[in-house]
């Protein structure tokens, strides 16, 4: 089902991004909560995890045709591609971070630190050094709906890097409440992570040195709409963002100049499409996608 774009511009620099005309497109519902979309340039087709159901599903682009990917999932959440063109996974179910290799099967990178089990991995990125970086909040294991409910056993909830060539399991950041969507910029010189742990929608900047070592921290962007969840950059460094029923464009410095209004609250997106200008978004219930003037940071 498709339907016109509804979109405020609090810019005009933001009509450079957009085209009035575009069509937001429903490809799939019936999802309970759709998280953690990836997209796959070899075989144009994006995957996503619909986690209370405990299932990954597939779009094949070339025919919009949806397929089971993945059940049971491990009710995972957040999913990336890294360098090598492999799937990256967080599972809540199974409190671990896991890799699909290209036959198929599974590789555990990260369960526990210091001996205890993660919470519930959250979100992932790779780094262009094949570094895993992600977010380890509790939402896993509060209840039964998005995982198992279970007792925590680390204190508190931590941002990691995993280096998969050594094993080793860094914390890099453990002053969050819930460390939610992250994202490098384009240059991979900061990580942005947000928190959705807080009163209000807070993103936060990180400078990234040698080694991984994180520093600076300071806050970047405040929403008094929504929670910010996932987020992705543009080749010209502007932020997309989840950002509760919309999705919001930020420039480099955090300017606001726009939203994308959205009929369902906004969980997370990535670029994809033969020219990474084809917004996938994972919204509550469905999948859609918008195709825009501007296309997204190659991470691949």
Not at 274 to 296: D, E, Q, T
């Amino acid at each position: 089902m498709n339907s016109p774009a509804r979109y405020e511009i609090l810019d005009p620099r933001f009509e450079d991004c957009i085209r009035l005309s575009a069509q937001l497109e429903q490809l799939h519902t019936g999802n309970r909560w759709c998280e953690g979309p990836a997209w796959f340039p070899a075989h144009r087709s994006l995957v996503w995890s619909d986690i209370p159901n405990e299932r990954m599903l597939r779009l094949d682009e070339a025919s919009n045709a949806v397929s089971v990917f993945r059940q049971p999932s491990g009710y995972s959440n957040g999913n990336t591609v890294d360098r090598e063109g492999r799937l990256i996974s967080c599972e809540h179910g199974g409190r671990r971070v896991l890799r699909t290799e290209h036959d198929g099967s599974l590789t555990v990178l990260a369960e526990r630190y210091q001996g205890r089990r993660l919470n519930s991995p959250n979100d992932v990125v790779v780094k262009s050094d094949g570094t895993v970086w992600f977010t380890d909040p509790n939402y896993g294991i509060t209840s039964n709906y998005e995982g198992v409910k279970a007792e925590q056993e680390l204190p508190g909830c931590y941002v990691y890097r995993l280096d998969p060539r050594s094993g080793e399991l860094t914390v890099v950041a453990d002053d969050f409440v819930s460390p939610n969507g992250l994202a490098f910029s384009p240059d991979e010189r900061h990580l942005y992570i947000a928190d959705t742990g807080l009163d209000c929608g807070t993103m936060r900047r990180f400078s990234v040195g040698e080694g991984g070592v994180l520093s600076g921290g300071e806050v970047f962007i405040r929403c008094q709409t929504g929670f910010y969840d996932g987020f992705r950059f543009d080749e010209e460094g502007r932020l997309w963002t989840s950002a509760g029923s919309a999705i919001h464009c930020h420039l480099p410095d955090g300017t606001l100049i726009g939203r994308i209004l959205m009929p369902e609250r906004v969980a997370n997106l990535v670029f994809g499409g033969p020219k990474r200008n084809r917004l996938f978004i994972c919204a509550s219930s469905s999948l859609y996608a918008l195709l825009l003037a501007v296309s997204g940071a190659k991470t691949f």
